[in-house]
C-alpha cells in the first residue's frame, strides 16, 4: 500500500503546483522510483476521466478514499497492470470494480472511442510513431562509446550505425544507433529498460533524454576550465560536464534543495566525479566576485520552470484552472529565470553561458533570454547547430527547440550566450556552433 499512498501525496502536491511532478517523485525516495514515476505520470495523464469515474459512481462516499488516493487506485484497477496490494482496500475496490468498469465503458461509448488512450485531451496523447528513443548517454569517465556498443551487442542488440537523419531513431526490436548529433548518446527502441542493467549500476551508461544533453554539449568546457552548474540537482548534467572537462578543472555545483543535492552526491560518486564542489546554496545567493570563482568563465543555468515539456507532465491547464492563474504562475517562473540569467552573467571572467528549460512556453524561454540581452548588451547570443530541425521562436532562431513530434525528445529550449571579447577565440576552437 505503500506505493498507493506515496503516489496520491505527490499527486494531490503536483495538482496543487506545490512542485514538478518530476521532482516531487525524485524527492520522495521511495525505494522504487521508476515504478512511483510511472504510477504518478499515468494516473496524472487521466485525472479528469478518473475524476468522472469516481464521482459518477460516488466512490469517495462508499469507501471513505480522498480523491488522489482513489485516482491512483483506480487507474491501476482499470487502466494499469492490477493493484499491487492487499488488505481491506483491495477488498473494497474490487467490490466496487464491476460499477467502475461501467463507468470508464459509458465514458467510452458517450466520446465514441474503443481505446483509453483515445480519452486523452489531444495534446497528451501520442501516437506510436511520436513515442521517443530510449536514450543512452555512454559516461566516457569511466568507459568508452566503443566498449558499451560491444557490450550490448553481447546482450543480443544488433548495431545499425550511426544515424544519419531523425528517421533513423524510429527503432523496433532489439536494435540501436549512435546518434547523429552527439557522439556519446546511443539511441534504443522506446521504453528499451536498462535500470537494472549492469552498466547503468555501475555509472557506465546515464539514462539521460537527448534535449537534456544538449546544454552541456553545446556549452562545451575545456577541460581544465573552472564552470559553475547553477541548479545542478538532479546531476544528469552535472556529470555530462565533468566527462566534457574530462574529470579536470573545478565544477562548482548549487543547488538549494539539501535532499536532492544528498541523492545528487551519490548519483556523482557512482558516476566517477572528482572534479566537481557540491554547495548547498540558493544561487542567486552565490557572490560572482569571491575569490573562489574568480576564474569561471563557463556557466549553465537549467533553472526551475514549468516543466510543460516533459512528454507526460504536459501542464496542460485543467477545466476548473483559470487561465489567468497559469499565466500568473508562468510569469513568476519568468521573473526568477531572469534573475538566475542576469545573476549568471556577472562571473567577471565569464565567456559563455547556457540558458535552458524543459518547458515549451515562449514566456519562459524566448521572452526571458531577449529581456536579459536587452540588459546586458556585452553579450550576444551564439547560432547553434545549423542543421537542427527545430529552432526558436522569432525574432530568436538562433536558439534550439526541441519536441517530441519534430526531433524526437522531451520538449526543451535552449540558447547560449557569449560575451562580445570572447566571440573570436570561440569561433577558431568550436565546431558545433556558428555565430548568428
Known sequence: MA?????????????????????????????????????????QKYSSVLRDIIESTKLLKLTKLKMPLAKVLVYDLLMGQGLKCGGSWKS????????????????????KVSRNEDLLPAGTQQSDEHRLPRYVRVNTLKTTVEDVMDYVKRDGFTYLGEAVRLDDLNLKGKKFVRDLHLPELLAFPPKTDFHDHFLYKAGHIILQDKASCLPAHLLNPPPGSHVVDACAAPGNKTSHLAAIMRNTGRLFAFDLDAQRLATMSTLLLRAGLTCHQLANQDFLKVDPDSPQYKDVEYVLLDPSCSGSGMVCLRDNATADQK????????????????????????????????????????????????????????????????QWPERGLEPLPQCLRASATKTLTHGFFVALLEKHSAAASFRSCSHTVQMY
Open 3 to 43: 506505493l498507493y499512498l506515496k503516489a496520491a501525496q505527490i499527486l494531490e502536491k503536483a495538482e496543487k503546483k506545490q512542485g514538478a511532478l518530476k521532482t516531487l517523485v525524485y524527492d520522495s525516495r521511495f525505494p522504487n522510483i521508476k515504478q512511483l514515476f510511472a504510477l504518478v505520470c499515468e494516473t
Open 92 to 111: 473494497a475496490m474490487m467490490k466496487h470494480r464491476p460499477r467502475l468498469q461501467a463507468a470508464l465503458a459509458r465514458i467510452k461509448v458517450k466520446q
Open 323 to 386: 487561465e489567468e492563474e497559469e499565466e500568473a504562475r508562468l510569469a513568476r517562473l519568468a521573473s526568477f529565470q531572469l534573475r538566475c540569467l542576469n545573476h549568471g552573467l556577472r562571473f567577471p571572467r565569464l565567456k559563455r553561458l547556457v540558458y535552458s528549460t524543459c518547458s515549451i512556453h515562449r514566456q519562459e524561454n524566448e521572452e526571458v533570454v531577449a529581456a536579459c540581452l536587452q540588459q546586458n548588451p556585452s553579450f550576444r547570443l551564439v547560432h547553434l547547430l545549423p
